[in-house]
């Protein structure tokens, strides 16, 4: 009994010298600078204004890019097919409609009110533009069906998908004055499109979706570079790109699955190398090749937008910036000199067909049969 308590009664001492001797060398490795007090009202007020002005940006950010997006959703609805539906180029929400990170301060930041729609933003020549409805106005009803409080966003954009292209009448309450408004909706690509607060450079299409970071909006110098860019992943999503992939690497599985279950049964096991070799390289089959599509047939659909190309491939100078990898290195994504040069031609194109009055119809088969360049691989892509 002495042996196990005398064991005990040891590691207690050497844990409370282990800890006493952490401690001195904590303090020990501390700075040294008399730094000065930081009164807790003075950092709780910068918090408040930081976070307001955060909103602010993100939300100014979040109306151009909706403003460009509509822009190409008229101009390429018939690409869209079974994506396209009525709209009016409005986006509205109440405070408790937002995402709960925005509720906070965005009253004090954008004047949203808790109870009733405020409009966040309306596209340029958009329907609800032409109505006369104008940012900061109270929504109050729709064909005298009151507008909720709660996913404000979500029951406006199904109300007037099922009211399809008839005239929705919508009062609307500004300045304490209500008006009515007649709109008029017009059919558009209604694909999902989301703006994240992210600092990476990248913006990419989903099933459920097009997913554009905050970044890429800085980069882009002009409208016509940020229609470059939601064209792009809005021509992935009408090619069929992200289903193709998903066969391809459905393709990959099931041909590295039947290597490695034949040299299982030579009495060699594998471990599912090849399975997931042949996988990884199903996924990345022509993954350059759909890049370049999407940028080719994204470029025609800005300028069915009506957006002038000229220098709109600077774009890809200024990605090269943010990210110098992609100057030389490419796995799924071209290099941005090849994209580069590619955009410089393909406005040369579009421009000729617009000076002889031709229809703006990408030559899809033409583009699929060029060669790819040689590029440099590794895992990382744009």
């Not at 996913?151 to 500004?174: D, H, M, S, Y």
Request: aromatic share 8%.
């Amino acid at each position: 009994m002495q042996g196990p308590a005398l064991r005990r009664a040891v590691d207690v001492r050497w844990r409370w010298k282990f800890l006493i001797a952490a401690g001195l060398l904590c303090a020990a490795c501390g700075p040294i600078s008399k730094l000065p007090p930081l009164p807790s009202e003075q950092v709780e007020a910068e918090q408040r204004k930081q976070q307001i002005d955060q909103i602010r940006d993100y939300f100014a950010q979040l109306s151009r890019l909706h403003n460009v997006a509509f822009r190409l959703r008229v101009a390429n609805r018939d690409d869209c097919k079974d994506w396209a539906w009525a709209q009016i180029g409005l986006d509205a929400g109440t405070v408790t409609s937002l995402p709960r990170k925005y509720r906070s301060f965005t009253h004090e930041a954008l004047s949203i009110s808790w109870t009733q729609a405020t409009v966040l933003s309306i596209a340029d020549t958009s329907p609800a533009d032409a109505a006369g409805i104008k940012p900061g106005d109270h929504l109050l009803t729709f064909n005298n069906e009151p507008v909720p409080r709660s996913e404000t966003a979500k029951w406006i954009g199904g109300f007037v998908r099922n009211n399809g292209e008839r005239p929705i009448q919508i009062l609307v309450r500004r300045d304490g004055v209500d008006e009515m408004h007649k709109v008029t909706p017009v059919k558009a690509c209604a694909i999902p499109i989301e703006l994240r607060s992210e600092s990476s450079p990248n913006a990419f299409a989903t099933k459920s979706g097009i997913v554009i970071h905050s970044s890429i909006l800085r980069m882009a110098r002009t409208d016509a570079q940020l229609a470059l860019v939601v064209g792009h992943e809005l021509a992935h999503a009408n090619l069929g790109h992200l289903d193709k992939q998903q066969v391809n690497q459905i393709f990959g599985w099931a041909s590295g699955a039947v290597i490695d279950a034949g040299l299982m049964l030579g009495g060699i096991s594998t471990g599912g190398a090849f399975t997931r070799e042949f996988t990884r390289a199903g996924q990345r089959a022509f993954s350059v090749s759909f890049e370049r599509e999407a940028d080719y047939v994204g470029a025609y659909y800005a300028a069915r937008a009506g957006y002038n190309l000229s220098g709109a491939e600077e774009f890809w100078r200024a990605l090269s910036m943010e990210d110098p990898d992609s100057i030389r290195i490419a796995v799924t994504h071209p290099i941005t000199p090849v994209r580069f040069v590619q955009m410089q031609k393909v406005a040369a194109e579009i421009a000729d067909k617009q000076r002889r009055n031709v229809p703006l119809i990408a030559e899809l088969k033409a583009t699929q049969a060029d060669p790819e360049p040689v590029t440099i691989q590794d895992d990382n892509g744009h």
